[in-house]
């Protein structure tokens, strides 16, 4: 029987000691200092019923020069960013080989040009001759003959004299226009080839937006139609005028290119940035009005492929979730499925985030 008291007594300690392990170890847990957050609401698009297009803003004027030549680039007189003139030199590429052949051109100049000479001597001479009837007719043919080719080899040295030089332009690549460069694709001691770019540049005096219009709302924009353009990336609104519409969508995916000539503007606006464009006309009907939900691209996780971002949920605590991007927009991206516009996601913390971790929101 003391056995039996001795071993309930037992069993009966152990519960306790379970049981006071267990209610420490779940107030560690709740006592585990929340994480302070910062969170931001969803930005939507514009889902008014005016037409509205995505677009990025383009030099009127923009080139990327190359070569019709394969040689060493001998020097890069330009960097990135720098102004240029137009006729500036901007790449000079090893022409040697150039310079050897225009010489040989040279001298078959003048070897025609003294061939030229004397058959227009001889030529004179016989036409005198036949006029006083002490040339034949055919020793006149014949004089003429030799007159006429001299011309013409003359005339063919010079055309390859003008080859050589059209050749020198490629070697020495200069500015079409006033611009500045935007990138540079060779260095001195670099082998230039055909068709391969060497140097861009732009002129950011005139901008342009080109943007992409559904076929729904195609019909109805015009040349000469006046528009706003939203700058995202700075904020700013600038009007603009339609300059181009297209009539095909064969190489853009189902939707039609329109190109808007942008005002002139103090606004720091650079070729590149993300706009939103709206026109002045109403959607179509049957158009879907849709809004648009951007975030910013730090505030994405990325794990093993997946993206998503961290939200609140009701017990305030990081809830991780998985969406489905988009376009991007500047520093921006489109959210296409897993998140709605009224909803608010976290952009910063002030220690590393996982699933389930309590927050607070600062």
Known sequence: MKNIKYSIVLITLSLIILSCGSHEEKSIVDNTPPVAVKVSSLQAGDNSTYVVASGKVEAEKSADLSTRMMGYVTKLNVKMGQKVSKGQLLVSINNTDLQAKSAQVNASILKAEAGYKSAKKDYERFVKLFEQQ????????DMTAHFEMAQAGLEGAKQMKNEVNAQFSYANIRAPFSGVVTNTFVKAGDM???GMPLVSVES??????TAMVAESDISKIKTGTKVEVLVKSINETVGGKVIEVSTSAKNTGGQYLVKVALNKTKAKILSGMFTTVQFPIEKSEN????????IPITAIVENGGLKGIYTVSKQNTALLR??????????????????NADEQYIVSADSKLFNGVKVTIQ
Request: no cysteine.
């Open 134 to 141: 002490s040339a034949s007719q055919k020793e006149l043919d």
């Open 192 to 194: 230039a080839n055909p």
């Open 204 to 209: 950011p005096s005139k901008l342009q937006v």
């Open 287 to 294: 158009a879907k009005t849709t809004s648009m939900v951007l």
């Open 322 to 339: 998985w969406l489905r991007f988009g376009k991007t927009y500047g520093d921006q991206i489109e959210v296409l499925s897993g998140l």
